[in-house]
């Protein structure tokens, strides 16, 4: 199923399109990464389960895979419309550290959690690292397309044709979304350059035409499109959020720099299909960085979720669907892939030792369909389901299973019943004790003695364990 058409939806064009690779066998990503200074709430972390999904679907399909996802680590000011403080020298500044050593901590952080989430195999280019290269792609477009302020470089909007195309900016009377401010051309004007304040000093300064300063947020994008990927090249992706104002102004600076004309030729843009995930929704608002100890990976583990639950819970809404979180819907997709999992150990122990069948084109072809049809996990799990429970021969179903999950990542060979059993940081027992009252329990239970089983019980949901008599998954307690 291989030979499938790949339908991906453009938000440039706003249609679904047949994915055809700009160089032949090959399959270039460019994924819009995180800014370094604080850890990643796991809303963040829904943008790179989706692009992972892309690349898995694209390999399987049988490209070459190149998938790039930048650190921002100077540049980003704390609005996305260029305006407010630097995100990085603002927590360099509150922590009492080098900005290059919160840059360093948080991606390395980050960089932690995609592993556990089973993302792998991306390039992690820094910001800092294209400096040069950014203030060479300024000097190039300085003359036609920026002009100064006492601020630094802005690049004018209005000198390329389309600008806002991706984020419909423009209504049909023509009027912008965002109010003039004074001392620019346009509202939408951005800078590429800032200069550092007279009297002032930053941590992460260079010196270029405009002033010694630092670039520009969105410039650094642009910039490591074209050095690693090559304009155009075949898909950008980002969070919802970016289509508004980043990826507009990112598209500006590729139509510059490349001399392109207007955005109804999609590569005029820099890249051939532009995707974006919508957003994790939670309501009591502690998702927010602002909110103290907010919603991030490590938290779900501490509580005793594994990782993998949450690409899960991610897996079962389409990417372009809200997807609201509630710890509810995490324990359901953890009992999801506890399901998932044990129907894999038994499928080993039936499998061991019998001749393989001929394997070829085992996933189901409406499976396979639904992947290909924009991604659609939704549906493409409920072909996982119904085949894990299809009376299909085991060693065949085993293989299936296992080229299936290349494209799911859910780690469904080698994940194990108590490897997803995590203990959670405020549990007061081990896991020994645990069974050790258990192997009681039973024995007790076994000589009618209900009343010394009860008591074990109760003493263990004291303990914050919960013995679960009859589950049909066999899980028997978890904490």
Not at 18 to 42: K, L
Not at 105 to 115: C, I, K, S
Not at 163 to 168: K, P, Q, S, V
Not at 353 to 369: L, M, S, W, Y
Request: hydrophobic residues 40%; glycine residues 8%.
């Amino acid at each position: 199923m291989t030979d499938v058409p790949l339908k991906l939806f453009n938000s440039l064009t706003r249609e679904l399109e047949t994915f055809t690779p700009v160089h032949p066998g090959e399959a270039r990503v460019y994924s819009c990464g995180p800014t370094v200074y604080n850890y990643q709430h796991i809303g963040n972390m829904r943008a790179y389960v989706f692009s992972d999904t892309l690349g898995r679907v694209l390999r399987w399909k049988g490209y070459d895979l190149t998938h790039v996802i930048n650190i921002t680590d100077v540049g980003h000011l704390t609005s996305d419309a260029d305006e407010g403080e630097d995100k990085m020298e603002k927590m360099a500044a509150k922590a009492g550290k080098s900005a290059w050593d919160i840059a360093k901590f948080y991606q390395e952080d980050f960089e932690n959690d995609l592993a556990r989430l089973n993302i792998t195999g991306k390039q992690h280019p820094r910001a800092t690292e294209y400096v040069e290269a950014m203030i060479a792609w300024g000097k190039r477009i300085a003359d036609k397309h920026c002009y100064e302020l006492d601020s630094g470089l802005y690049f004018d909007v209005s000198t390329v044709a389309d600008y806002g195309r991706l984020a419909r900016a423009v209504t049909d009377e023509g009027e912008g979304r965002i109010e003039t401010v004074e001392g620019k051309r346009n509202a939408a004007d951005f800078a590429i350059w800032r200069k550092t304040p007279e009297g002032e000093t930053r941590q992460m300064e260079w010196d270029s035409p405009w002033g010694r300063g630092a670039p520009g947020w969105h410039l650094e994008c642009s910039v490591m499109g074209e050095a690693l990927l090559g304009f155009p090249f075949d898909i950008h992706t980002g969070g919802i959020d970016h289509r508004e104002i980043h990826h507009p102004n990112e598209i500006a600076q590729n139509q510059a720099y490349c001399c392109t004309n207007g955005l109804d030729r999609a590569e005029n843009s820099g890249a051939r299909i532009w995707m974006h995930n919508n957003f994790l929704v939670e309501r009591s608002g502690k998702m927010s960085k602002s909110a103290g100890e907010f919603l991030r990976l490590q938290l779900l583990v501490d509580k005793g979720y594994h990782p993998l639950a949450y690409r899960l819970m991610c897996l079962q809404a389409h990417y372009r669907s809200e997807l609201e979180f509630s710890w509810e819907g995490l324990g359901a997709a953890l009992t999801r892939l506890k399901r998932m999992v044990m129907a894999v150990e038994v499928l080993k122990n039936l499998a061991e030792g019998k001749e393989r069948e001929d394997v070829d084109n085992v996933i189901p072809d409406q499976a396979a369909r639904e992947l290909c049809d924009d991604l659609n996990t939704p549906r493409a799990l409920a072909h996982l389901d119904a085949m894990l429970g299809s009376k299909t021969h085991p060693v065949t179903k085993l293989e299936a299973v296992g080229k299936f999950d290349q494209m799911l990542g859910l780690n469904l060979l080698k994940l194990t019943r108590q490897g997803l059993r995590i203990r959670p940081v405020s549990a007061e027992i081990t896991e020994a004790e645990i069974e050790a009252e258990l192997v009681r329990r039973k024995e007790a239970r076994a000589a009618k003695d209900f009343a010394t089983s009860d008591a074990i019980r109760e003493s263990l949901a004291a303990k914050g364990v919960e013995v679960m008599d009859g589950d049909p998954l066999g899980w028997e307690w978890k904490l």
